[in-house]
Structures are given as C-alpha cells and as structure tokens.
C-alpha cells in the first residue's frame, strides 16, 4: 500500500505483509511472530478475507487476544464494498478510510489513500505521545517519591522541582511543591514575627 510506504520513509513505521514471505521460510511460523511482535494490525478487509479460514482460525484470533490485552492497535482498512460490519468484533472499531467507506467506492482512489495514510499517522503520532508523556512519568516518580519522604522543606522542594523539570504536566508534584511553597511561607512568617516579639 503505497499510502504505508510514504510513513516507511518518514520512519514512523516497519510495515510486514504476508507477502513478504521469503521462498523456504515456514508461513504459519512468520505469520504467528510477526502478529505477536506488532504495535498497529492493519486487516484489509476484502471478500479474500471473508473466505479465508486462517485469517478467521489464527490471524484474527490472535490479534484480538492481542488487543484485549491492551498491546496492540486493530485498524480495520476496508478494501472492498463488503458487510464487514457483520464481522463480530471487528464492527466496534473505527476504520479506514473516512467514514469506513471501502477503497472501491471511492471515485478517487488516491483520496482514499490519502485518508488511510492520515489517519494512520494520526494514530502513530498519538502513541507516540502518550509512550513519551508515560516515559517522563516514570523518570520524575523517583523524585516526586523522594518529596514525599523528606522531612526537609528545601528537600521536598527540590524534589518535586526535579520531578516538575522531567514532567512538567506532572499534577500532583504542582501541587506538593505548591503546599510546600505555602507551609515555606508561614514558617517564614512565624519566625518574622517572634523575632519582632523578642525585639
């Protein structure tokens, strides 16, 4: 699909078809790991995928075990005008092109492309997003857990700094450093005034 090898290029995917199964290799076996290893399925449905007993017996079983687990992304791509929403399972997702409306009825076929290779980038960039916002995540817990322990008000500030510098959208690490700012103060405050009252 020429709409996947313009994504190829941009680096954003390694695309892997059937058909790049090489002469000597065992199918079943390649099918099986690649259908394991991938992060985004692309089904083309089409009246071949309805008649094919592997596609229903082991290829679309093993996705959906995938899925349930919350490992992989199902993007159906509807190829032919076919009731492919009859498809237990497969009818729940959002597919390709817009409007799920199969490549064959498109009058312009290359809009149709145009739409796969959008919405699939859309899905890509996405993942890509929320992977990189859970990575910094997990960077800043450490420190935001180390504010939490300390007893030290400068610590605990520096701490949910630290962890605010890695992850900027981190919540509750604003609003720890935000308590400690504020207890900073009063305790500031309070020694301001009993030094006045000693005066």
Same mark, same amino acid.
């Given at each position: 699909?020429?709409? $996947?090898?313009? #994504?190829?290029?941009?680096?954003?995917?390694?695309?892997?078809?059937?058909?790049? =199964?090489?002469?000597?290799?065992?199918?079943?076996?390649?099918?099986?790991?690649?259908?394991?290893?991938?992060?985004?399925?692309?089904?083309? =449905?089409?009246?071949?995928?309805?008649?094919? %007993?592997?596609?229903?017996?082991?290829?679309?079983?093993?996705?959906?075990?995938? /899925?349930?687990?919350?490992?992989? =992304?199902?993007?159906?791509?509807?190829?032919?005008?076919?009731?492919?929403? *009859?498809? &237990?399972?497969?009818?729940? #997702?959002?597919?390709?092109?817009?409007?799920?409306?199969? =490549? *064959?009825?498109?009058? *312009? @076929?290359?809009?149709?492309?145009?739409?796969?290779?959008?919405?699939?980038?859309?899905?890509?960039?996405?993942?890509?997003?929320?992977?990189?916002?859970?990575?910094?995540?997990?960077?800043?817990?450490?420190? !935001?857990?180390?504010?939490?322990?300390?007893? %030290? !008000?400068?610590?605990?500030?520096?701490?949910?700094?630290?962890?605010?510098?890695?992850? &900027? $959208? /981190?919540?509750?690490?604003?609003?720890? @450093?935000?308590?400690?700012?504020?207890? $900073?103060?009063?305790?500031?405050?309070?020694?301001?005034?009993?030094?006045?009252?000693?005066?």
């Amino acid at each position: 699909m020429k709409s $996947l090898k313009l #994504l190829q290029n941009q680096g954003l995917i390694e695309p892997w078809h059937d058909s790049d =199964i090489k002469p000597g290799d065992e199918w079943d076996k390649e099918i099986k790991a690649h259908l394991r290893a991938a992060n985004i399925i692309l089904p083309i =449905i089409s009246f071949d995928f309805f008649n094919s %007993d592997y596609i229903h017996r082991v290829e679309i079983v093993e996705a959906f075990e995938r /899925y349930d687990r919350g490992e992989v =992304i199902i993007i159906p791509i509807i190829g032919d005008s076919c009731h492919w929403w *009859d498809f &237990p399972r497969m009818k729940d #997702l959002q597919a390709l092109p817009a409007e799920a409306k199969a =490549i *064959d009825d498109w009058t *312009d @076929r290359k809009k149709a492309m145009a739409s796969i290779y959008e919405g699939v980038k859309g899905i890509i960039v996405e993942k890509r997003r929320v992977e990189a916002a859970n990575q910094r995540r997990k960077a800043a817990e450490p420190f !935001f857990e180390l504010g939490l322990n300390s007893t %030290d !008000f400068s610590d605990k500030l520096e701490h949910y700094s630290s962890a605010i510098n890695i992850d &900027p $959208l /981190y919540f509750e690490a604003h609003l720890n @450093r935000g308590r400690v700012k504020s207890e $900073l103060t009063q305790f500031a405050e309070a020694i301001h005034s009993n030094h006045l009252r000693l005066c």
